[in-house]
């Protein structure tokens, strides 16, 4: 028999082109895009609004599959992460945060990150792969699956109420899949997350910013963490492509209001970026751009040569934040216990060699760009 072809992850039009394919009415696509998506249905076989014989023949050709579920754990503090095995085995993680009456899901672009930002454990895993759409709406399919939290309710009221594309990967290096997938998971007549509950959080592609304002319109957070080219150069690589005036310059050209401001992001880290003149600096920095923050305290993980700022840093550089105007929450770390918290999802099933890496970048998998950068490790 061949192979069957998931159904998770087409787009609408593909869904239609599928069925023209069998033979079938455009209205079927609806129907399937409703069970599929709206309901939750994996079976074909319980698609009541479609005859039997319909049923049997997509049952012939195709599937309906989210990524295995190869570890699931719950944190103490309710967080819960899931160790999610593709098709050709590959993993990645996602982590559900609980709040008091909602909860935000957050989704892996990527397996692994190629990014080798400094402070971030994701990024010391060597294998990179772009998941693909039907990998990022799966990861949110499942997380649901867990709490069995179909059919698509109201928008509000829901326990997995929000999406953050912040797990592992940078999602602009894979942005025709990511756009796929969050225009799916979008979709009114489906999964319906709507706009203003997704936040893409990019450590600053600059080129991709743009589309992703004008195409998606989804909030936007970009990883700051450094105040200076010169740091933010050591800490993040990819400065060194898209220094700090470009990414402010393209941040303010982002379609932004009071409601809807940009959030910045600022990991913590002891003596290296916490200075009360790195927050006036980071104020002046933004000035223009409508901005909220988010302080993240750092997580450590194995091998990691940063420590965390002492709370009363921390809150020395949220108060200084605050006085020139701007939210600057600290972030609870969440899911420490079982490495669920930001910077500390990796899936060790797939670490490599460097020279396997070296093996992809000669056989076109990736491109220079995109492998890690040699002397940061
Ligand atoms: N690649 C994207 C999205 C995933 S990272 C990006 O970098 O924005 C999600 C957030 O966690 C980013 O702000 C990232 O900088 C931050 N982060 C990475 N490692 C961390 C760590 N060890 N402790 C705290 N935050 C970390
Ligand atoms: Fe990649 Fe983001 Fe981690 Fe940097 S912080 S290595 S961009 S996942």
């Known amino acids: 028999m061949s192979e069957l072809i998931n159904l998770v992850g087409l787009a609408r039009d593909e869904l239609a082109a599928e069925m023209a394919a069998i033979g079938e009415k455009p209205f079927r696509a609806k129907q399937l895009w409703h069970w599929i998506y709206n ?52 993993e990645a993680e996602t982590v559900y945060i609980p709040e008091d009456d909602r909860g935000a899901v957050c989704l892996s672009s990527q397996v692994g990150c190629t990014l080798t ?31 069995g939290e179909w059919p698509s309710s109201d928008d509000g009221g829901r326990l997995l109420s929000n999406i953050v594309l912040m797990g592992m990967g940078e999602p602009l ?5 990511v756009a796929k997938a969050l225009k799916i998971i979008m979709d009114g007549e489906g999964i319906a997350v709507s706009k203003r509950r997704i936040t893409l959080s990019t450590s600053g592609v600059v ?28 800490l993040m690589p990819i400065n060194r492509k898209y220094p700090l005036t470009e990414l402010m310059r393209s941040l303010r050209a982002y379609p932004t209001n009071n409601a ?36 993240i305290p750092f997580n450590k993980w194995p091998g990691a040569e940063f420590d965390c700022s002492d709370r009363k840093v921390i809150e020395r550089f ?49 491109d220079e760009d995109h492998l890690p950068v040699p002397q940061s490790r």
């Open 39 to 90: 309901r939750g249905v994996t079976d074909f076989a319980a698609m009541t609004t479609l005859a039997g014989p319909l049923r049997e023949r997509l049952a012939e050709r195709y599937v309906v599959q989210r990524p295995r579920v190869a570890r699931e754990q719950t944190s103490a503090d309710g967080t819960r992460k899931w160790l999610l095995a593709f098709a050709d085995g590959n």
């Open 117 to 147: 930002c400094k402070f971030c454990h994701t990024g010391t895993q060597l294998l990179v792969r772009n998941l693909t759409a039907s990998e990022i709406v799966g990861q949110f399919m499942a997380a649901r699956d867990s709490y």
């Open 173 to 177: 290096f894979n942005y025709d899949n």
């Open 207 to 234: 080129p991709m910013i743009r589309r992703c304002g004008e195409e998606l319109a989804v909030n936007l957070a970009i990883s700051l963490h450094a105040v200076t080219d010169e740091l933010r150069d050591r």
């Open 260 to 295: 809807r401001r940009i959030t910045f992001e600022y990991v913590m880290l002891k003596d290296v970026n916490d200075s009360l003149a790195d927050a006036r600096e980071l104020i002046r920095l933004i000035d223009g751009i409508p901005a909220k923050f988010n302080l």
């Open 318 to 366: 949220s108060d200084e934040l605050f006085n020139a105007g701007y939210s600057a929450p600290i972030r609870q770390p969440r899911g420490t216990d079982i490495l669920a918290a930001c910077g500390q999802l990796k899936s060790d099933s797939q670490r490599i060699r460097a020279s396997l890496a070296r093996e992809r970048l000669a056989a076109g998998i990736v």
